[in-house]
T-cell receptor, first 115, second 111 residues
Framework: EAGVAQSPRYKIIEKRQSVAFWCNPISGHATLYWYQQILGQGPKLLIQFQNNGVVDDSQLPKDRFSAERLKGVDSTLKIQPAKLEDSAVYLC?????????????FGEGSRLTVL | GDSVTQMEGPVTLSEEAFLTINCTYTATGYPSLFWYVQYPGEGLQLLLKATKADDKGSNKGFEATYRKETTSFHLEKGSVQVSDSAVYFCALSYYGNKLVFGAGTILRVKS
């Protein structure tokens, strides 16, 4: 079974530029999550989708971050304009939604460096 | 809000030593508790979980018991191996969604 795929693995940009990350979850997983992991901290949830609807985006900085999950499969997370403090690893995860078990399957992450 | 606190690392042990990684939580209700592990170059993966007080989760020789009275979920292993070197994250969630993670503890095992 293929795992969660993410790209790109690494990205370096200047502040105020834009960047997009892509995620393809495990086939059949209805729930998709984007987490931000800053160095030395645990992952923090940015947004959770159930199929193509948003369940929770309370911690997403909506003035610069956006995410979509068209057709309820793959997803894109965008940052525009980027700030220095956005340097982090962006993790995508997916899970079966019924019933939720707390077992999330994570991709390897996309490491963003903002200069 | 809900939060998870883990012991700071790195924790450095010799092979076959006993491992304890402390985890305590603050929660308004009765969450499920998890340990996730991240091996070098890989994504996070679930190691074990417990869904209610006094439950013990176990996997690959690791164990953790859900202690409501001390709000703790300490990870233990009787004899660590070099292959256990990784970052360990304690986490909580309600109804299996929206994991709240601790900061992670780096474990290094020397042969």
């Amino acid at each position: 079974e293929a795992g969660v795929a993410q790209s790109p693995r690494y990205k370096i940009i200047e502040k105020r530029q834009s960047v997009a990350f892509w995620c393809n979850p495990i086939s059949g997983h209805a729930t998709l999550y984007w987490y931000q992991q800053i160095l030395g901290q645990g992952p923090k949830l940015l947004i959770q989708f159930q199929n193509n609807g948003v369940v929770d985006d309370s911690q997403l900085p909506k003035d610069r971050f956006s995410a979509e999950r068209l057709k309820g499969v793959d997803s894109t997370l965008k940052i525009q304009p980027a700030k220095l403090e956005d340097s982090a690893v962006y993790l995508c995860a997916s899970s079966l939604s019924a019933p939720p078990t707390g077992e999330l399957f994570f991709g390897e992450g996309s490491r963003l460096t903002v200069l | 809000g809900d939060s998870v606190t883990q012991m700071e690392g790195p924790v450095t042990l010799s092979e076959e030593a006993f491992l304890t990684i402390n985890c305590t939580y603050t929660a308004t209700g009765y969450p499920s508790l998890f340990w996730y592990v991240q091996y070098p170059g890989e994504g996070l993966q679930l190691l074990l979980k417990a869904t209610k007080a006094d439950d013990k989760g176990s996997n690959k020789g690791f164990e953790a018991t859900y202690r409501k009275e001390t709000t703790s979920f300490h990870l233990e292993k009787g004899s660590v191996q070099v292959s256990d070197s990784a970052v360990y994250f304690c986490a909580l969630s309600y109804y299996g969604n929206k994991l709240v993670f601790g900061a992670g503890t780096i474990l290094r095992v020397k042969s």
